[in-house]
C-alpha cells in the first residue's frame, strides 16, 4: 500500500542544474511539506529547439547527483531515460503513479502558463497537482486567471510556491562558461567542479 506525504517531482533539463532548481526543490519541500522530491531530467525534451541538449543525458543525471547529494530528502531519477525517446511528463506521471499515489509536479510559472499546450494535459493534471514557482515579476492576475482555467477545464489542482525572483538560467551558464566566465555564485561548488572535470560547454 501507498502511504506517506506527497513526493515532489522536479522535472527538466538541467543543462547544466544550478542554484535556482536547488533553491526551487528546497521551497517546496518546505512549504507543501513533501516526503522528498524527486529530479526527472529529461532524456530528450520534445519542448526543446536541440533535443539533445548540449551536454549528453549522464553528464546531465550525474550533474544532478552531485547538486543533492548533501539533502536526503532530494533523490534524482533515471526514468525517462529508461523509457527513451521523447520525455513526456504525462508518461512519466502515470508511470510513477504506480508507485505514489500523492504527487506534486514542480514548476516554474513560465511552464505553469503553457501546461494546456503540453502532451496530454488532462493526464498530468489527473495524475499529480501542480505546484507553480511564483516569483515577484509574475503576473498574479494571469495566473489566477490560469489556476481557474485549469481547475474548470481538467479538475486541477495548483499550489503556488513563494519565490524570490533569480535571473539564474542554463542557457546564461553555459554561455558564461565558453566565454571563460566564472560561475561559482551560481551553482553548487560540486557541479562547477563536475563541468570543470569533464570540460563541458566550451565548444
Given at each position: 500500500m501507498k502511504k506517506g506525504r506527497a513526493v515532489g517531482i522536479l522535472g527538466g533539463t538541467f543543462?547544466?542544474?544550478h542554484n535556482?532548481?536547488?533553491?526551487?526543490?528546497k521551497q517546496a519541500l518546505e512549504e507543501l511539506s513533501l516526503e522528498k522530491v524527486i529530479f526527472m531530467p529529461a532524456y530528450i525534451p520534445p519542448h526543446k529547439q536541440n533535443k539533445y541538449g548540449t551536454a549528453d543525458y549522464f553528464h546531465r543525471y550525474n550533474m544532478v547527483k552531485c547538486a543533492i547529494g548533501h539533502c536526503s530528502q532530494f533523490d534524482v531519477s533515471q526514468l525517462e531515460y529508461e523509457l527513451q525517446?521523447?520525455?513526456?511528463?504525462?508518461?512519466t506521471l502515470t508511470i510513477l503513479?504506480?508507485?505514489?499515489?500523492d504527487m506534486v509536479f514542480i514548476v516554474g510559472a513560465d511552464s505553469y502558463m503553457a501546461l494546456d499546450t503540453w502532451y496530454h494535459p488532462e493526464v498530468i493534471f489527473s495524475k499529480a497537482r501542480i505546484a507553480c514557482a511564483v516569483r515577484d515579476d509574475v503576473d498574479l492576475d494571469a495566473l489566477s486567471?490560469?489556476?481557474?482555467?485549469?481547475?474548470t477545464k481538467y479538475n486541477g489542482k495548483t499550489d503556488l510556491l513563494h519565490m524570490g525572483r533569480q535571473d539564474i538560467s542554463s542557457t546564461m551558464l553555459r554561455e558564461m562558461i565558453l566565454s571563460g566566465e566564472d560561475i561559482s555564485d551560481f551553482v553548487?561548488?560540486?557541479?562547477?567542479?563536475?563541468i570543470d572535470g569533464h570540460g563541458l560547454y566550451r565548444s
Open positions: 543543462d547544466p542544474v535556482a532548481h536547488i533553491d526551487l526543490a525517446g521523447n520525455s513526456y511528463t504525462a508518461r503513479n504506480e508507485k505514489y499515489d486567471a490560469k489556476s481557474d482555467y485549469f481547475m553548487p561548488l560540486e557541479v562547477r567542479n563536475y
